[in-house]
Every structure is written in structure tokens, then in C-alpha cells.
């Protein structure tokens, strides 16, 4: 059975840092692509980040680029996004996914992930 779970969230100020962890079990780690995605209420379901299986390629949204930086750790079925100087547009549930393709190609679009975490809120105040 496959389990995704995210951690990290949380309140901040405008300007300020978070870590988002993510742990799956129960595949391949290290044959998944791996992705951030991020809903705000109203609004739709948003691509942050893609990392490859190795972990030597990742791919960023427009808006969060030079801010936020996708890893992994293979050996520890992890994956992690660090959000520095965040703003209140950033506020949102964050979502990790995997998808068994192996590759960030669809990337942002969502409807090649196959396993999803519940979701981990992060909110910045201004």
C-alpha cells in the first residue's frame, strides 16, 4: 500500500522561510518523479515543482523560482521543498504527488501523478 505524507506547514510572516517534507512508502522511490502542487481556496490546483528521479533536474512555476528549491533523498524516500522569503500569495495546502512516468514532462499539469499526500497547509501573513 502506498502512503504519501507531507509535513512542514504551518503560519509565517511575509518574508520568512518554510521546510515541507514528504515521505513515501510502499514504491519505488527512486523511480518516481516527484512534485509540489499547491490549491488556494477558489482557485486551482497549481504546479510549484518537479524533481526527477535522480534528482539532478527539477523544474519550478514562474512564480516561485529563485525562492523555492525542490530536493530529495532516495535513501530516505524524501522529498523536501525549501520556501524562503514567502509572501501571502503563497499561502495555500501543498500537495506532494509521484508519478510512476518517471519524468517531469507533464509538468505542471497534474493528471499524470498517480499517488497524492493529503496536503500540508502553509499560510503567510503580511
Known amino acids: 500500500q502506498v502512503q504519501v505524507v507531507e509535513s512542514g506547514g504551518g503560519l509565517v510572516q511575509a518574508g520568512g522561510s518554510l521546510r515541507l517534507s514528504c515521505t513515501a512508502s510502499?514504491?519505488?522511490?527512486?523511480?518516481?518523479?516527484m512534485a509540489w502542487f499547491r490549491q488556494a481556496p477558489g482557485k486551482e490546483r497549481e504546479g510549484v515543482s518537479c524533481i526527477t528521479p535522480s534528482g539532478r533536474t527539477a523544474y519550478y512555476a514562474d512564480s516561485v523560482k529563485g525562492r523555492f528549491t525542490i530536493s530529495r533523498d532516495n535513501a530516505k524516500n524524501t522529498l523536501l521543498l525549501q520556501m524562503n522569503s514567502l509572501k501571502p500569495e503563497d499561502t495555500a495546502m501543498y500537495y506532494c504527488?509521484?508519478?510512476?512516468?518517471?519524468?517531469?514532462?507533464?509538468?505542471?499539469?497534474?493528471?499524470?501523478?498517480?499517488?497524492w499526500g493529503q496536503g500540508t497547509q502553509v499560510t503567510v501573513s503580511s
Open positions: 510502499g514504491l519505488a522511490f527512486d523511480r518516481y518523479a
Open positions: 504527488a509521484a508519478t510512476v512516468t518517471g519524468s517531469c514532462s507533464s509538468f505542471p499539469l497534474s493528471n499524470s501523478y498517480n499517488y
